[in-house]
């Protein structure tokens, strides 16, 4: 996998922040060396000073340059003209001005690119020069302890580079299951088109058959046949939606245990507030937006958490997903995407709307408003009621008022 995304670009601050604390391990390294053999400033060591330093800053930026290449993917095999440049370089250092700051560097880098023996055959080797080195031109007291705090350093520098290594390698293997995720939808989606397709032309061919037969002797039959045909058709169309709109059987619950799972086993934080939700609440929707909303988080972030909020409000339910670690696209791109525009479809065709935005560092946040059909229902008997008593009202109104009628004598 690293050396199929040596191309691509670096994860988010996971995969950069122990890079960062080896760079500034580097400069720290470099800046006490230089400022120690520059000062104070001893006569006729100016050039081989000056030299030194300048094997030691072009050491640093070879271990750089090799550890991003690296971090990127790619291949060992392929940085170790880098690594042989790097403890060139190093080696070179120590020799002219008795700069030992870069011999780190080549060792972590020797013990991550070669395998096994022969990185413990080469780091041995640089140690034991090095120790030979210390004894003969400084002093025996730190033949020891000098190499082992190198040794230690490289150490440091090793398990940094690595953990930047593993924390890409997590996320291309996060982005790897969104994508299997979808692909198995498409899947899901092929099958159970094939099957209701299928079944649902190879049922309206029969009853067309049966139709035509009878045209001109039973016109009655025909139009039962007809009928039957009718019926056939549209509740092909009803599991045509069904399979375009979501899994066959998909519930609200089924869909936040799903994003529980994967979420737990990716190691991110998901936290779900959710309101009951009423019986006319519109279920299948809100589940196809959470799923949606999971999918885009892994498939463009490296979220660490997430929260899932659903409120029910008297005419409405909302839903909330926000999560860290969003990366904002290049350009004036927005927060628009291909899977937010379905969503916002989505969202659109129950009458609701959808926004996604990014909010403050970089966190993201999707909100859904859907309408709730038993508060329309409701509300609809509500107006039928008082349409009902107005009219009622009027009726009455309308009625003019009895007037006495005149009385007249009979004649007797």
């Not at 006569?43 to 072009?58: F, M, R, S």
């Not at 019926?231 to 089924?254: E, H, K, M, N």
């Not at 939700?277 to 463009?300: C, F, W």
Request: net charge neutral; glycine share 8%; charged share 20%.
């Amino acid at each position: 996998m690293m050396a199929k995304e040596a191309g691509q670009p670096l994860g988010g601050l996971g995969s950069r922040l122990p890079m960062y604390a080896s760079w500034a391990i580097i400069a720290a390294l470099v800046a006490q060396e230089s400022l120690t053999d520059l000062i104070p400033l001893k006569p006729g060591h100016l050039t081989a000073g000056l030299l030194g330093i300048v094997l030691a800053v072009g050491a640093s930026v070879v271990y750089i340059v090799w550890q991003l290449r690296v971090v990127r993917g790619a291949a060992p095999e392929s940085t170790r003209r880098l690594v042989l440049l790097l403890t060139a370089a190093a080696v070179g250092a120590l020799v002219v001005d008795d700069l030992w700051a870069p011999l780190p560097l080549a060792m972590s880098a020797v013990m991550l690119v070669l395998p096994t023996w022969r990185a413990a055959a080469g780091v041995g080797a640089l140690l034991l020069g090095f120790g030979v080195f210390v004894f003969a031109r400084w002093s025996d007291r730190y033949a020891v302890v000098i190499p082992l705090g190198i040794f230690a350093l490289a150490l440091v520098l090793y398990a940094f580079t690595r953990l930047s290594v593993v924390i890409r390698e997590l996320q291309l293997t996060r982005e790897e299951l969104a994508r299997t995720r979808v692909d198995q939808e498409r899947e899901r989606m092929q099958r159970d088109l094939h099957d209701m397709l299928g079944r649902t032309l190879v049922t309206a061919s029969l009853r067309n058959q049966v139709a035509l037969r009878t045209l001109d002797t039973d016109p009655a039959a025909t139009r039962e046949h007809l009928e039957q045909l009718h019926a056939v058709v549209t509740d092909g169309q009803a599991r045509l939606r069904a399979v375009t709109s979501g899994p066959v059987i998909v519930s609200l619950a089924d869909e936040l245990d799903s994003a529980t799972t994967l979420c737990q086993r990716l190691g991110i934080d998901l936290e779900v507030d959710a309101d009951p939700l009423p019986e006319h609440a519109p279920e299948r929707t809100i589940g196809a937006i959470v799923r949606e909303s999971v999918t885009n988080m892994l498939k463009h972030s490296r979220a660490q958490s997430c929260t899932v909020a659903i409120r029910v409000e008297p005419s409405s339910v909302v839903l909330t997903v926000v999560n860290d670690g969003a990366i904002r696209p290049a350009g004036d791109q927005g927060a628009d995407g291909t899977g937010v525009a379905h969503l916002r479809s989505v969202a659109e065709g129950q009458g609701g709307n959808l926004t996604a935005e990014f909010l403050d560092g970089s966190r993201f946040r999707v909100s859904a408003r859907l309408p709730r059909r038993d508060a329309d229902a409701a509300g609809s008997a509500a107006t039928a009621r008082t349409s009902g008593r107005e009219t009622t009202t009027a009726r009455r109104g309308d009625r003019p008022a009895s007037t006495p009628t005149p009385l007249t004598q009979e004649p007797r």
